[in-house]
């Protein structure tokens, strides 16, 4: 069974700094890997979404890697500001069901 | 407003009483699905539908739950003699029949179910 765990689970930087935010997974056999943003109440919006046989994706400020092998993914924010509080959820799309599964995600806070 | 549509956004019930809640995808998306989400934790799948077909239900739809989608649009989730363990966020996605491995699933704004 596929289990996705992302670490930290919650994150405070200050306004400007680069950070990374991971995520793991334990079956390599994927189509895909999405990152999500996540407002608090709110549904999930999709920042980025890998295919199995890619190593990154980049949309401006964010660039998120794959490497299938090892079971991971890192998201990258560059200059991170305030309006990116959120949290951020990795899930991962397995061939041998339609559904995806998620990481509990990882609660950010940039600090003006 | 073109993205997924999810009514109401909150609902609050006594335990044992019915509710049912509804989704509207994307107009041209014929795949949907349904998810919970508890505090803290990511969603969890429920069910999905290609146009009106039920493709599949996760082993946590239990028998109180019941999805349907008539005419291929939107859909509606049920959950009959609510339980307080029924409290969560419902999620609905929409999207594009593609190939697997680039298929994007985009979200609505979740049903927040409160059962006293």
């Known amino acids: 069974k596929q289990e996705v765990t992302q670490i930290p689970a919650a994150l405070s930087v200050p306004e400007g700094e680069n950070l990374v935010l991971n995520c793991s997974f334990t079956?390599?056999?994927?189509?895909?890997l999405q990152w999500f943003r996540q407002d608090p109440g709110k549904g999930l919006t999709s920042l980025l979404l890998?295919?199995?046989?890619?190593r990154e994706q980049t949309s401006g400020r964010l660039n998120a890697s794959l490497d299938k092998s090892s079971g991971r993914s890192t998201l990258y924010i560059a200059a991170s500001q305030p309006g990116d509080s959120a949290t951020y959820l990795c899930?991962?799309?397995?061939?041998?069901?339609?559904?995806?599964?998620f990481g509990a995600g990882t609660r950010l806070t940039v600090k003006p | 407003d073109t993205g997924v549509s999810q009514d109401p956004r909150h609902k609050i019930t006594k335990r044992g009483q019915n509710v049912t809640f509804r989704c509207d995808p994307i107009?041209?998306?014929?795949?949907l699905y349904w998810y919970r989400q508890t505090l803290g934790q990511g969603p969890e799948f429920l069910t999905y539908?290609?146009?009106?077909?039920?493709?599949?239900k996760s082993r946590l739809l239990s028998d109180r739950f019941s999805a349907e989608r008539p005419k291929g649009s939107f859909s509606t989730l049920e959950i009959q003699r609510t339980e307080q363990g029924d409290s969560a966020m419902y999620l609905c996605?929409?999207?594009?029949?593609?190939?697997?491995?680039?298929?994007?699933?985009?979200f609505g704004p979740g049903t927040r179910l409160l059962v006293l």
């Open positions: 107009s041209e998306h014929n795949r």
């Open positions: 539908f290609q146009n009106e077909a039920q493709l599949e």
């Open positions: 890998i295919q199995s046989s890619q």
């Open positions: 996605a929409s999207s594009l029949k593609r190939e697997r491995w680039r298929e994007t699933q985009y």
């Open positions: 899930a991962v799309k397995c061939p041998y069901n339609n559904d995806m599964r």
């Open positions: 079956d390599s056999a994927i189509y895909n």
